[in-house]
């Protein structure tokens, strides 16, 4: 079946803007992990949804950011007030409850 | 929490050498250690992974060793080939409330000369 899938591929914001960042799992996932990964670094943690349930929360750097996964389903990363140090490659990544995780190509977020 | 350190930062072989990356974690409840392969413009995908319980294991060109009691494991790919040229990322894992929280290292870009 189709792979995890991500929209927008690209997204420039101007300082200030929110922005909406959308996550397609792959069928039949549990578990939907969020990354944010800056340029030359490895992915780092964010968030993870065990169906619509967001059980950590530890790696959202401030307050501006908002995930939701309402359906166990789709889910989506918002950015409130971009700011440029959030400028990165913010990628998602589903699993069965335990095990492999698949990661989509990731949405490449520019902040002017 | 974690803490993943992976050298070395870049590697350069000729094709059909052999490339090797090594990676330390701090984190002695760590049990799960997968090695991801991200090309340009694309997402991590995993090329293979191992279980603290074992101490080696192999997929064709590709082998991993894990060395629990100093904490490091490698990443072993004999017979380079042009197409192996990508961001290598090793991770270590945590069972942790029911799903397993990776914590990834810092990346090695390894470069086959055809």
């Known amino acids: 079946g189709a792979g995890v899938s991500q929209s927008p591929r690209y997204k420039v914001a101007k300082r200030g803007q929110d922005v909406a960042l959308r996550c397609d799992p792959i069928s039949g996932h549990v578990s939907l992990f969020w990354y944010q990964q800056a340029l030359g670094q490895g992915p780092e943690f964010l968030t993870y949804f065990q169906n619509e349930a967001q059980l950590d929360k530890s790696g959202l750097p401030s307050d501006r950011f908002f995930a939701e996964r309402p359906e166990g389903s789709v889910s989506t990363l918002k950015i409130q007030r971009t700011q440029q140090e959030d400028s990165a490659v913010y990628l998602c990544a589903s699993s069965l409850v335990v095990g492999t995780q698949y990661f989509g190509p990731g949405t490449r977020l520019l902040v002017l | 929490g974690e803490n993943v350190e992976q050298h070395p930062s870049t590697l350069s072989v000729q094709e059909g050498d052999s490339a090797v990356i090594k990676c330390t974690y701090s984190?002695?409840?760590?049990?799960?250690f997968p090695w991801y392969k991200q090309e340009l413009g694309k997402g991590p995908q995993l090329i293979i992974d191992i279980r603290s319980n074992v101490g080696e294991k192999k997929d064709q060109r590709i082998a991993v060793t894990l060395n629990k009691t100093a904490k490091h494991f490698s990443l072993h790919i004999t017979e380079t080939q042009p197409e192996d040229s990508a961001v290598y990322f090793c991770?270590?894992?945590?069972?942790?409330?029911?799903?397993?929280?990776?914590?990834f290292g810092t990346g090695t870009k390894l470069q086959v000369i055809p």
């Open positions: 984190d002695s409840a760590s049990n799960y």
């Open positions: 991770a270590a894992s945590i069972g942790s409330g029911g799903y397993q929280k990776v914590t």
